[in-house]
């Protein structure tokens, strides 16, 4: 049986003061949780705060990205292990925004994935097709590929998280339909069937990600291999929050 997610993504948004108003207030407002795990990823800078202000909570604290790079001479860059020492138990890997700013190739997003797992933190592996390539149908082709360079040599075991984010619908408000997200996230499921094994594919949380909002999430998580959402613009309302998370428990997982 696998939980529902609701993930935060703020990406580059707040500053210190809204991250603490913001982990109070959601913690203060939590309804008791049977179906769902929340997960909240702040810009890395505040990682810690959010970590410490909702140790005692059901919310859980991730980071955005993570260096390849153990430790040393890497100025500005983040190691797994610092995310660690946070209190932090997730980290996102391969957003499409850090495809395309940053040059980040499947092959870097492997080596990020080995040195999350070395320090035992959960990662959220972000895969996604273009609207060109979806125009294309290239959608599948896509998401294999992506699965298959970014995993490539990885032991994977749970927790692991992969969410399916269409690069189309990233802020866009063009979500994807149910059926349109589900196709994908079975075709993710039946790769891990073919390339792990059964077990594997029936227990890691596949999410989805592209502008879910309180008004959408509902259909996207009766869909049965949608497992929750990874969330950016309506993660940054505690009452939005909140409301995806009392949808998400009364969903039966
Ligand atoms: C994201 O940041 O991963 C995302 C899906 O953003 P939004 O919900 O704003 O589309």
């Not at 700013?101 to 273009?130: A, M, R, W």
């Not at 390539?133 to 992506?146: A, C, P, S, Y």
């Not at 227990?203 to 309180?214: F, H, M």
Request: hydrophobic fraction near 40%.
């Amino acid at each position: 049986m696998r939980k529902n997610y609701i993930a935060g993504n703020w990406k580059m948004n707040k500053t210190l003061v809204d991250t603490q108003d913001f982990a109070i207030n959601l913690s203060n407002k939590l309804p008791e949780l049977k179906n769902t795990e929340i997960i909240i990823c702040p810009p890395s800078l505040f990682v810690y705060e959010m970590a410490i202000l909702t140790k005692d909570t059901a919310i859980n604290v991730g980071a955005q990205d993570v260096s390849v790079h153990e430790k040393g001479a890497f100025t500005s860059e983040i190691s797994a292990a610092m995310i660690k020492s946070t209190g932090a138990k997730y980290c996102i890997v391969g957003h499409s925004e850090r495809r395309k700013y940053h040059n980040e190739t499947d092959e870097i997003i492997n080596q990020k994935l080995f040195v999350l797992l070395k320090n035992e933190l959960t990662p959220i592996l972000c895969i996604g097709e273009s609207a060109e390539e979806r125009e294309n149908n290239l959608t599948d082709k896509v998401i294999i590929k992506q699965l298959s360079k970014g995993l490539k040599n990885v032991e994977l075991s749970v927790p692991f998280i992969i969410a399916y984010e269409p690069i189309w619908a990233i802020g866009t408000g063009n979500t994807a339909t149910p059926e349109m997200a589900e196709e994908v996230h079975l075709l993710i499921r039946n790769w891990l069937k073919e390339n792990y094994n059964e077990k594997i594919s029936q227990t890691i949380p596949i999410l989805y990600g592209g502008s879910v909002k309180p008004s959408n999430i509902e259909e996207l998580l009766k869909q049965p291999n949608i497992d929750g959402g990874l969330i950016g613009g309506a993660s940054l309302e505690v009452d939005s929050m909140r409301e995806m998370i009392k949808i998400s428990e009364n969903i039966e997982v």
